[in-house]
């Protein structure tokens, strides 16, 4: 049986039982955020912190391993607090000394609580930096929409300008930007 176009855009993969941060049902809507070139393609969970660590290094060496491939990341961050959000990136998530990676097609969203999606905004091109210390995701605004340090046990979230988000880890009051990290997970898509 041969699929049209728009049934493939619909495809789903079934991954959401890999991973220990959402569910089947929380994938699949993460999924219909992404753009409908990448819906066909297949998942596979390549990290996760629990299982591989909580290193950057780590996560960096996994991940450079499909960097020339023509790869996406799916970013999944669960915080000690039960909240859930990530990205998507059009590249691979790898350390990268020549500044950012990605394009328009980068958002960031959120699970837990709510499902929220914020786009790029086209004010700036400041999708993925991969520093040795350190990775983020977005740009200027008020900071990064996710910052995450080297021990991948820490990060903060802000109003970004890259994606006009609002903080993606709202707590009391509305001003929690720092998280503690559960677990993190990374798909190649």
Known sequence: MKLSVDEYSNYIPNQGTKSTIVSYEQFSKIWMMLPEHVRIRNAELIYSAHTEGFNLQTLYNICSEYKYDYKFSLLLI??????????????????????????????????????????????????????????????????????????????HSNKSATFGNEILTLGQRHIDDTFDIHNLEVFIL
């Not at 790898?94 to 499902?115: A, E, K, M, W």
């Open 78 to 155: 669960q915080t000690k607090k039960n909240q859930i959000f990530g990205a998507f990136i059009d590249d691979v998530i790898r350390l990268h000394i020549r500044g950012y990676l990605g394009s328009q097609d980068c958002f960031v969203f959120t699970v837990q609580p709510n499902v929220r999606v914020f786009y790029e905004t086209g004010q700036n091109m400041r999708y993925l930096l991969g520093e040795m210390t350190y990775f983020q995701i977005g740009g200027e605004g008020d900071g990064p929409a996710i910052w995450v340090n080297e021990r991948l046990e820490r990060g």
